[in-house]
């Protein structure tokens, strides 16, 4: 360690996004983050042309974020990746590369889990900008494309999954129900686009009854579909006349089964430091019920960043900080895990 902080290289590789970070104790020094636009055309990710595109992305990716960072690679002092959960292939790459790194610089190696650096997020400092991270114990409702979770945080790295999708996430709802609007992959923004000029009460569509504070968005997801199949017979243009409308109401409607369970969640634990995390965090419906229920309950609500709620390595940058400060190290005999709970 320098006597200028602690440096941390972050890297993610989950999904479809090669990313890099470097953040020194909890200030963000730079965050690279490379999409991959090859799935576009397939409407969703195709793993193994995610793993190729990460084989190609990881080095100059890494590159980019220690130049921009304006550090050495030498001023590193250890290197965090995510070890899971997400796509099997995708993980290898950035695990691969991590354990490379840590061997060749003989630095400590340090494994993340996506989630835990998704909740972290709200730590990241930038230089210059106001600093809020939320107070413990908070309730984080994590809302990405594979994740619906509410999430008890009692500590950096003490953290209770209180309640969770039995099936789709909100991100799938979003993304699967775009598809069959014709809309692009992810759908979610296109959704969150069209919804603004649409009618949120015009259509009305099933609501889950699952017991507790765990979510369900499959039977939303075939309601829509039926419901479109349906209107379809009796009109072949009736996704163009009323996208907006159907995007409104099916967004209000992914809107009003996420808050109630994390109405009921704030309820039940008693607290009011609320946090939201995760790509779907990035809904404009969902940012605005956030802060309503926030003005109506007296919750104390700390909302990320934009670019620290998608996929990103600054994420895993500062939870490998943490870790750090903990010494929890990792060998080299690691392995990712596709399915990894909290
Ligand atoms: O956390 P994230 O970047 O990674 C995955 O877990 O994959 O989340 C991506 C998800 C996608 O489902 C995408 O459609 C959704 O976040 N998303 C949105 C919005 N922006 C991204 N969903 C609704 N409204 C948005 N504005």
Request: charged content about 25%; glycine content about 8%.
């Amino acid at each position: 360690m320098s006597d200028k902080g602690i440096t941390i290289l972050g890297i993610e590789s989950s999904c479809d996004d090669t990313s890099a970070a470097i953040i020194r104790d909890e200030m963000i020094l730079s965050n690279v983050v490379a999409g991959q636009k090859v799935h576009e055309e397939y409407g969703g990710v195709v793993p193994e042309l995610a793993s190729r595109a990460h084989q190609q992305n990881i080095i100059p990716v890494v590159d980019l974020a220690i130049k921009r960072a304006g550090i050495n690679r030498s001023d590193i002092d250890a290197v965090a990746f995510t070890r899971g959960p997400g796509l099997l292939g995708s993980l290898l790459v950035g695990t691969s590369f991590a354990k490379g790194f840590s061997l060749s610089m003989n630095i400590p190696l340090i494994e993340v889990n996506h989630l835990q650096g998704h909740v972290l997020a709200l730590y990241i400092r930038e230089n210059g900008q106001e600093y809020n991270p939320p107070k413990f114990p908070f309730l984080c409702l994590l809302v990405s494309g594979g994740n619906s979770q509410i999430i008890l945080v009692r500590d950096f790295l003490d953290m209770e999954v209180i309640g969770q999708t039995i099936d789709d996430a909100a991100g799938e709802a979003f993304d699967k129900c775009a598809k069959v609007m014709g809309l692009p992959y992810p759908g979610g923004p296109h959704v969150d686009r069209l919804a603004k000029e649409g009618d949120p009460i015009r259509f009305e569509f099933s609501r889950p009854r699952i017991p507790g504070l765990d979510y369900s968005f499959s039977g939303l997801k075939t309601n829509f579909l039926y419901f479109l199949r349906d209107h379809l017979k009796e009109n072949d243009n009736f996704i163009e006349e009323n996208k907006a409308d159907l995007c409104a109401s099916l967004q209000h409607t992914i809107i009003e089964i996420l808050m109630s369970k994390l109405k009921r969640a704030a309820k039940e634990t008693g607290i009011k430091e609320i946090t939201v995390a995760g790509g779907v965090s990035a809904n404009s419906g969902l940012r605005n019920a956030l802060k309503e229920n926030a003005g109506k309950y007296r919750w104390n609500l700390v909302i990320p960043k934009f670019e620290y709620t998608m996929d990103n390595a600054a994420m895993i940058a500062i939870t490998g900080y943490y870790k750090y400060l903990n010494k929890e190290f990792i060998g080299q005999d690691t392995v990712p895990f596709a399915r990894t709970q909290l």
